[in-house]
């Protein structure tokens, strides 16, 4: 079946650092991928969706200057979160799918734990 | 604001018998609706989903209906299985790919 892996599965890191969390697409070519982050006891919230040689599409509220996302090619999406803050820690979870639409299956990655001093 | 809402946090079923987990969402938007299964510190699962022009759709143990003029679907497992305890969210999207998932409800089968 598809698989999606994460790297890293958690990160701890230094107020005012950056860190990298990578999505991959081991078995298939993933036009699309999604970056989402689950609260504690909330719900996961999409963060942003991005489309191979595009930029990311951001939702309202998630700001784009501090969670930079790459989608350089159809197996690989980077976030980056840009001088984390302890509000910063979350579980980052990706997902990818061979197409744009909700309506596809998703293939979710196993997520990265953050957490940042 | 709270597009989707899944208002029970946790619900237990004996091994065996039927589960019910319930969603309501309030934009009428909303055309497709996804269930998935997380289990703990592991991305979500897609489980099974329901187009708006349909009441029901079954896979195997799992069935969802979808009740558009009340704005609520449910996902029903027949029977429970402890392999099923699991944090169970809805979502629904729109022509426009919005997408809003609930707050998940957690599944504990107990066998």
């Known amino acids: 079946g598809a698989v999606v892996s994460q790297h890293p599965s958690w990160v701890i890191c230094k107020s005012g650092t950056s860190v990298k969390i990578e999505c991959r697409s081991l078995?298939?070519?993933?036009?699309?991928m999604f970056w989402y982050r689950q609260f504690p006891k909330q719900s996961l919230m999409l963060m942003a969706t991005s489309n191979e040689g595009s930029k990311a599409t951001y939702e309202q509220g998630v700001e784009k200057d501090k969670f930079l996302i790459n989608h350089a090619s159809l197996t690989l999406s980077t976030l980056t979160v840009t001088s984390a803050h302890p509000e910063d820690s979350s579980f980052y979870i990706c997902?990818?799918?061979?197409?744009?639409?909700?309506?596809?299956?998703?293939?979710f990655g196993p997520g990265t734990r953050l957490t940042v001093l | 604001d709270q597009q989707v809402k899944q208002n029970s946090p946790s619900l237990s079923v004996q091994e065996g018998r039927i589960s019910i987990l319930n969603c309501d969402y309030t934009?009428?938007?909303?055309?497709?609706f996804l269930w998935y299964k997380k289990y703990p510190a592991e991305g979500p699962t897609f489980l099974i989903s329901?187009?708006?022009?349909?009441d029901k759709n079954e896979d195997g143990r799992f069935t969802v209906f979808l009740n558009k003029s009340a704005k609520h679907l449910s996902l029903h497992i027949v029977p429970s299985q402890p392999g099923d305890s699991a944090v169970y969210f809805c979502?629904?999207?729109?022509?426009?790919?919005?997408?809003?998932f609930g707050a998940g409800t957690r599944l504990t089968v107990k066998p």
């Open positions: 934009n009428s938007m909303f055309d497709y």
């Open positions: 979502a629904a999207s729109s022509n426009n790919n919005d997408m809003r």
């Open positions: 997902s990818a799918s061979t197409s744009g639409r909700w309506t596809d299956t998703q293939y």
């Open positions: 329901i187009s708006s022009i349909k």
């Open positions: 078995d298939f070519q993933a036009t699309t």
